[in-house]
Nanobody
Framework: QVQLVESGGGLVQPGGSLRLSCAAS????????MAWYRQAPGKQREWVAT???????FYVDSVKGRFTISRDNAKNTVYLQMNSLKPEDTAVYYC??????WGQGTQVTVSS
């Protein structure tokens, strides 16, 4: 009985920042690799970032240098800090526990 709940989405201007959070329950959080994905309207779901149990991180090229994934195992939470946001970042962002568990998503809209 694993649940992932995303929060922190919203409307921001281009160049702005948001921090997304994903709170996990019903799991031994610290041993799992966690990831963020996003899905824009009319597009397929896209992998964005991953953080392993040993804090190794990976990013899709389009967000490198702008986004940072992190985790706080004491809080059972993974974060996605998003800086220098672009309209192309507009999407529903989903938290994922590898390999098979997803949150409900949180909307991020980047627009002036």
């Amino acid at each position: 009985q694993v649940q992932l709940v995303e929060s922190g989405g919203g409307l921001v201007q281009p160049g702005g920042s948001l921090r997304l959070s994903c709170a996990a329950s019903g799991t031994i959080f610290s041993i799992y690799t966690m990831a963020w994905y996003r899905q824009a309207p009319g597009k397929q779901r896209e992998w964005v970032a991953t953080i392993t149990s040993t804090l190794t991180t990976f990013y899709v090229d389009s967000v490198k240098g702008r986004f940072t994934i992190s985790r706080d195992n004491a809080k059972n939470t993974v974060y996605l800090q998003m800086n220098s946001l672009k309209p192309e970042d507009t999407a529903v962002y989903y938290c994922n526990r590898k390999p098979d568990t997803w949150g409900q998503g949180t909307q991020v809209t980047v627009s002036s």
